[in-house]
């Protein structure tokens, strides 16, 4: 009886020491294409909003004289709008895929699927990875930088940062920080 108690904690402890050996690593390049991809689509769902509604923050506490402390900002960059933008940018992930430079044999994640009324560049669909597995890794890529970085995300956005892709997916997160051309547009 002992040794089979020794001999399941001995394999339990074996079991335990690969699981926390093999630890998942993060595709640079998905995390970095999906970082991009989020800030420009968010971008690009601020962007539609007329810069004329504005919705009304502070508290609805009551002053002392009886007044109420209330001020208005614009709704595309209100912590509310943002947040609800956060809900569903990562659906938009099926529209971008893995393009290869022919020349330069760069990958990149770029967006292949006009957006309402949008013109696509000059790309080669011939040098785009389709593969519909991309599309679950991107969504799932999105939404894990979602649920860690939201509380930057809407920071960057509501200050109407300049450079949010940089800010968020570069100094932020690191997560192409170490990948050649980072910078590049999507």
């Not at 956060?86 to 529209?95: F, G, P, Q, R």
Request: include cysteine; aromatic fraction near 10%.
């Amino acid at each position: 009886m002992e040794s089979a108690v020794l001999h399941y904690s001995l394999l339990l402890v074996v079991l335990f020491t690969y699981l926390s050996m093999v630890e998942g690593k993060k595709d640079l390049l998905l995390y970095c294409g999906a970082c991009k991809a989020l800030v420009s689509e968010l971008e690009y769902d601020i962007s539609k909003l007329d810069p004329k509604k504005t919705i009304q923050v502070g508290s609805f506490r009551l002053n002392p004289d009886g007044t109420q402390t209330r001020k208005e900002i614009p709704l595309a960059r209100s912590e509310t709008h943002l947040t609800e933008l956060l809900e569903n940018v990562c659906t938009k992930m099926s529209d971008y895929s893995l393009y290869v430079d022919p020349e330069t044999q760069e990958k990149n994640y770029i967006r292949f699927a006009p957006r309402d009324n949008e013109q696509m560049g000059s790309f080669d669909f011939n040098n785009f990875q389709f593969n519909p597995e991309n599309s679950e890794y991107m969504k799932h890529a999105c939404e894990s930088i979602v649920e860690e970085y939201e509380d930057e995300i809407i920071s960057l956005f509501a200050q109407e940062a300049d450079h949010v892709a940089d800010k968020l997916c570069i100094e932020k997160s690191d997560l192409c920080a170490r990948i050649p051309s980072s910078h590049s547009e999507l």
